[in-house]
């Protein structure tokens, strides 16, 4: 596989705290020379992003990140409110309080309500593989199946871990024919790239990709 194919899906990604504009500036006009798949960037410069680039490049923005245990309605409006700021893709956090007191079936409506707004937008599902056991995993591939979702995705990468050939591996074995899989975090060379897609990874989010596969 070649450094461009790469490149094409990679979700290019700054969401530490202290982002500033000169660095979102920089992951932008990265992305757009490099043709990567978005650039996944803080809610607060989605605005800002669409009115310099416009559709130069296509923006993804997190919701309730980075522990997800924000309420539904929260969550919900956060969707609606990146959106109308000009947001093309979503990733939201799950609330893993409620995979680990077993209410996988909340997890699911609360997937389904924001897909709803997403409408034809890409929604992608983040369900912190870290904190989960094989089980919790599995069940989450269906519920996110079942909810529309268009991508489940490993990591935020502020967890203990991040994503995992192996996790790659049993998702793909688990999700429906709809769903693609996102791998996310700990991704810092070319070889994880390249073991990741194998596994069976469609995007990769990464802080890195960039900077290891085209030398800046």
């Not at 790469?6 to 979102?24: G, M, N, S």
């Not at 997190?62 to 245990?69: R, T």
């Not at 897909?115 to 593989?129: M, R």
């Not at 790239?193 to 990709?209: C, F, H, N, W, Y």
Request: net charge negative; hydrophobic share 40%.
């Amino acid at each position: 596989m070649d450094a461009k194919e790469i490149l094409h899906r990679i979700d290019h990604t700054a969401l530490k705290a202290f982002t500033t504009w000169e660095d979102i500036k920089k992951l932008c006009e990265e992305a757009i020379q490099y043709e990567t798949a978005s650039v996944c960037i803080p809610p607060a410069y989605v605005k800002r992003v669409k009115e310099t680039y416009g559709d130069k490049l296509k923006i993804c923005t997190v919701i309730g990140f980075p522990l997800g245990y924000q309420t539904t309605p929260v969550k919900v409006f956060e969707t609606a409110d990146a959106l109308e700021n000009g947001a093309d893709e979503i990733d939201m956090v799950i609330n893993v309080c409620d995979v680990k007191n077993g209410e996988i079936g909340k997890v699911e409506q609360e997937i389904v309500q924001i897909k709803k707004v997403c409408g034809a937008q890409i929604l992608k599902v983040i369900v912190e593989t870290c904190y989960l056991t094989t089980q919790e995993k599995e069940a989450l591939c269906h519920a996110v199946t079942n909810a529309g979702a268009d991508y489940i995705k490993t990591s935020t990468g502020f967890g203990t871990g991040g994503a995992t050939k192996e996790d790659v591996e049993l998702f793909a074995m688990q999700i429906g024919s709809n769903v693609k899989i996102k791998a996310a975090g700990g991704i810092n060379t070319r070889e994880d790239m390249e073991t990741l897609i194998a596994a069976g990874a469609d995007r990769l989010g990464s802080s890195r990709g960039v900077s290891v596969l085209a030398g800046n």
